[in-house]
């Protein structure tokens, strides 16, 4: 009954969904002069339900939080560390997070360069300084450093590492200070440095780690008094599990839809943060609840989920560098939306399978194993 690895895999499952169908119908300019059909919702619809499920970056963040405070906590329950036990655990799980990254990074580079991609290839620019971007970019710090990046969606791996060097310390003040000064603490932190959700060009945007810490708060919270689990369990009429299943069903829909109604409509930088946090806990609660268990749709979320870190890299490739002809062609939106799935999912196992018989897994097992 507890969240598990398996649970968490099912929710990244549901939330690489909300991203493909996120990036290919947020606006109609991600698919201008395509013939597309939208049936049986309406054009407006569709690029309403897929820009709120931008949503899907807090649910990818809720759940390295979530994850790391269980890892945390198996390593010492009272959250107390010496400075080596600290290094270790942090540089573990960065090394963990971004051999993944590095891999494919590469492995898209070499596609790029082989097919004549050219413009991708040159996007650093020439000279000395076009070495240290790309680099930079390798390294997932080019939304951090507002440097040139291969593609645009590499920006989340600035905010993955920045939410693993920080997280010691917002852990430190939960388990000093309590949940409430926690939660206000990352409030505060987001309101006094606002930014937009949108605003990736500009110079202060701190890789979105003030649109994100409230996320992360929750997911401290969350996984540390084990709410998902709480909540599950509890059943508002013990007399009729069945009927009082189906209230929270309900309860738990419209919540959701009234959270992302207002996030739409009093989405101030200032207030971004909070509605992110509550919809990615509700969201993670009702996929927990109510989806990971239908036979058939568990599976196919925990094998997207296993794959969706290496989708998430490749699938914009795909979509708008290499065959954008090639993805909005298939007329349904339901339909452009499996075949990128399905693409992206292919990709992403022949891309693991590289890693197996290359011996790069080998290597990446002995590093950590090392440190």
């Known amino acids: ?17 909300f991203m493909f169908f996120h990036h290919l119908f947020m606006t109609p300019n ?24 931008k949503l899907c ?23 107390t560390y010496s400075g080596t036990e600290l290094r270790s655990m942090i540089l573990k799980r960065y090394v963990k ?12 580079q070499f596609y790029s360069c082989v097919m004549g991609f050219e413009r991708y290839t040159k996007i650093y620019g020439t000279g000395i300084i076009s070495g240290f971007y790309a680099f930079l970019d390798f390294l997932g710090l080019a939304q951090l450093f507002h440097t040139p990046t291969f593609i645009s969606t590499f920006w989340y791996m600035s905010l993955a590492q920045l939410i693993i060097f920080i997280f010691p310390l917002l852990l430190w003040c939960y388990h000093r200070f309590g949940q409430y000064v926690l939660l206000g603490t990352s409030i505060y932190f987001s309101v006094i440095f606002p930014v937009s959700a949108t605003a990736a060009s500009k110079p202060r945007t701190y890789s979105f780690l003030p649109v994100y810490i409230v996320v992360v708060a929750i997911g401290i919270i969350s996984a540390d008094k084990e709410f998902l689990t709480h909540i599950r369990q509890w059943n508002p009429i013990k007399s009729l599990p069945i009927l009082g299943k189906g209230i929270k069903f309900i309860c738990f829909l419209l919540a959701i839809v009234f959270f992302i109604y207002l996030r739409k409509k009093t989405g101030t930088p200032t207030l971004f943060p909070t509605w992110n946090a509550l919809l990615a806990f509700l969201i993670v609660e009702f996929g927990f609840e109510f989806l990971n268990v239908i036979p058939v749709l568990k599976n196919v979320l925990s094998v997207l ?8 890299l490749i699938h914009n490739f795909i979509r708008a560098t290499w065959y954008y002809d090639f993805t909005y062609s298939f007329h349904s939106v ?7 799935l399905s693409v992206s999912l292919a990709v992403s196992v022949v891309l693991e399978l590289l890693k197996k018989y290359l011996g790069y897994n080998k290597l990446v097992n002995y590093i950590i194993k090392k440190i």
């Open 1 to 17: 009954m507890h969240f598990s690895k398996e649970d968490t895999q099912k929710i990244k499952g549901l939330a690489i969904i």
């Open 57 to 79: 970056v807090s649910i990818f963040v809720f759940l390295t939080a979530y994850g790391l405070t269980i890892s945390y906590k198996k390593a010492n329950s009272e959250y």
């Open 97 to 108: 997070m971004m051999s993944g990254f590095f891999f494919v990074f590469i492995a898209l």
């Open 334 to 340: 339901w339909l452009i939306t499996l075949v990128l």
């Open 30 to 53: 991600r698919y201008p002069g395509m013939d597309i059909s939208f049936y049986p919702l309406s054009e407006y619809t569709v690029n309403t339900i897929a820009l709120a499920m």
């Open 305 to 312: 989920g296993k794959y969706s870190m290496d989708m998430f």
